[in-house]
């Protein structure tokens, strides 16, 4: 989930609430499958093995270890002080430095790849575009990606209704709204030198119904309201559930955004 339905910039709180339910960020939530990485590489006309890619926001690393056993030099950026310690509990091999999207504590020309899993919507592109410019190498590339729920899926699309009147946020644009966002990131580069390409890749997990509500409650949207606040919405929400997955075992599709934008190389 990301921001609400007039999209207003994402509030400090929200960006925050991450750090106490790190644990139960990297628990339940979802990873990506390797189509992903495919993808990335077709639209920036480069492999990862052997690239020097930096993860910016990478929460608790679950996209940085995807990219590190891809063969990615990879590098993790998160400001968050919970988020770092889980990452640190759970890759204690993997490197990761402090920091954030919008002023980035790195060398310039020093990528092939920046990269934002999930995270690019807690950035400001005025400030988030011009340092990843800085930081890639001519023809690099900048790739973004979220998880979105499939909305197609009757029951998905149902539990989100439920979630919208709950939250009282469009839940389309809360979860969906990544093509907003890379236009956005557009407007942040008059001089051009961002080539965006999008693609859309379609897959599923299937996990307890305890781990798909964690994951649900994992968002930002509830972790602001509390548990005591959500207790009933999850209490209810696992009911509803239960009707169509009356085995615990539920289906969970995704649709992953992903935009690739390539760096001209410099004049």
Known sequence: MTTPSHTPAPTPTRAHSFNHAAAQYAANRPSYPSTLF???????????????????????GIATALLHARGA?????????????EFRRAHPR?????G????????????????????????????????????????????LWWNTDALDVPWIAAA???????????????????????TTALAADPGGHLDFARRQVRWSRRVPLDTHLANVASHSAFLVLGEQATEAFFTEERNHLLRTFPDERVEETYIVDVLVATVAPRP
């Open 160 to 182: 989100a209704d439920r979630a919208e009147r709950f939250l009282g946020i469009d839940q389309v644009v809360e979860k969906n709204g990544s093509g907003a966002k890379a």
């Open 38 to 60: 495919d993808t990335i590489e077709a639209l920036a006309t480069r492999q990862l093995t052997g690239a020097k890619v930096i993860d910016v926001g990478a929460g608790t």
């Open 100 to 143: 954030n999207g919008n002023a980035l504590p790195l060398a310039t020309a020093s990528a092939d790849f920046v990269t934002y899993a999930q995270s690019w919507h807690w950035t400001d592109p005025v400030h988030s575009v011009p340092e990843a410019l800085r930081v890639l190498r001519p023809g690099g590339a900048l790739a």
């Open 94 to 98: 993997l490197p990761v430095i402090r």
């Open 73 to 85: 030099d990879v590098l993790a950026v998160e400001p968050g002080d919970g988020m770092t310690a």
